[in-house]
């Protein structure tokens, strides 16, 4: 069972920026492929960022290309996503997922489907 507990949330202005961190447990942390997905009121589950076991395949929703950052610290067990250039579009419960299959690919995935463990989520809330 790997548990995954998100941080970082709060309230911020337009433009400003936060960065979440979600730290996993279990010692496989290096083999999973991680994500961010948000839900904002009203609305779908959506993918945000995801990155390879190692770090070199990242890939992002084209609404957040350019503003947010997802990145990994395999010894500390934990990805981040820093947040730039916030909106209030951008204002939703932020989730992160690990995809704990294994494999040696540095393949990324974008859908929940294919994400076995998540975290409890941290709030965001971008003011206009």
């Known amino acids: 069972q790997v548990q995954l507990v998100e941080s970082g949330g709060g309230l911020v202005q337009a433009g400003g920026s936060l960065r979440l961190s979600c730290a996993a447990s279990g010692r496989m942390f290096s083999r999973y492929v991680m994500g961010w997905f948000r839900q904002a009121p009203g609305k779908e589950r959506e993918f945000v960022a995801a990155?390879?076991?190692?770090?070199?395949?990242?890939y992002y929703t084209d609404s957040v290309k350019g503003r947010f950052t997802i990145s990994r610290d395999n010894a500390k067990n934990t990805v981040y996503l820093q947040m730039n250039s916030l909106k209030p579009e951008d204002t939703a419960d932020y989730y992160c997922?690990?995809?704990?299959?294994?494999?040696?690919?540095?393949?990324?995935?974008?859908?929940?489907?294919?994400?076995?463990?998540w975290g409890q989520g941290t709030q965001v809330t971008v003011s206009s």
């Open positions: 990155i390879s076991w190692s770090g070199l395949s990242t």
């Open positions: 997922a690990a995809n704990a299959r294994g494999g040696l690919s540095n393949d990324v995935y974008t859908s929940h489907y294919d994400y076995d463990y």
